[in-house]
């Protein structure tokens, strides 16, 4: 089974380092103009670099006396984290709720049409409790068909 490789921030600053490398190896071929411009591109690229995510890490953990690691007493819990993680709750009951109405729509239209049918048809109610009359009755609801 193979894993797949992850570089790690070695393997990040290795791969920098050597293209770096290969890039100031071709620089000494380019014009004056070209390189000084890289050169200020370059200062602009390091001043504008993100902090270390490493440095953040250790910033924010702390050594207990028993060795382990823990991290900071604030959780970062404000209102807008607490309204995100209760948004996809929310949606669920709204959903969960809307189902409720449209199957308690389609029970109560279907009573209706059977109720309908009872009282506009010259069948004794005995029929209707009948399994394959209320199938019959279920397609024919379906496909009207005109009375005398």
């Not at 990040?12 to 380019?30: I, M, N, P």
């Not at 029929?127 to 379906?142: I, M, N, P």
């Given at each position: 089974?193979?894993?797949?490789?992850?570089?790690?921030?070695?393997?990040?600053?290795?791969?920098?380092?050597h293209?770096?490398?290969?890039?100031?190896?071709?620089?000494?071929?380019?014009?004056?103009?070209?390189?000084?411009r890289?050169?200020?591109?370059?200062?602009?690229?390091?001043?504008?670099?993100?902090?270390?995510?490493?440095?953040?890490?250790?910033?924010?953990?702390?050594?207990?006396?028993?060795?382990?690691?823990t991290?900071?007493?604030?959780?970062?819990?404000?209102?807008?984290?607490?309204?995100?993680?209760?948004?996809?709750?929310?949606?669920?009951?709204i959903?969960?709720?809307?189902?409720?109405?449209?199957?308690?729509?389609?029970?109560?239209?279907?009573?209706?049409?059977?109720?309908?049918?009872?009282?506009?048809?010259?069948?004794?109610?005995?029929?209707?409790?009948?399994?394959?009359?209320?199938?019959?009755?279920?397609?024919?609801?379906?496909?009207?068909?005109?009375?005398?």
């Amino acid at each position: 089974m193979k894993h797949p490789h992850t570089p790690t921030e070695q393997d990040v600053d290795r791969w920098g380092q050597h293209f770096s490398r290969q890039l100031t190896l071709a620089a000494a071929d380019l014009p004056h103009d070209i390189s000084e411009r890289l050169r200020v591109a370059r200062q602009l690229a390091v001043a504008q670099r993100k902090p270390l995510v490493q440095s953040r890490l250790a910033n924010n953990t702390q050594i207990n006396s028993n060795g382990t690691l823990t991290a900071p007493a604030d959780e970062g819990l404000n209102l807008w984290s607490i309204l995100a993680s209760a948004l996809p709750l929310l949606a669920l009951v709204i959903g969960l709720m809307a189902i409720q109405w449209i199957q308690q729509d389609h029970i109560t239209s279907e009573i209706a049409a059977t109720d309908s049918a009872l009282l506009t048809d010259e069948l004794p109610p005995d029929a209707y409790t009948d399994a394959g009359f209320a199938h019959f009755l279920k397609q024919s609801l379906g496909h009207p068909t005109s009375h005398d």
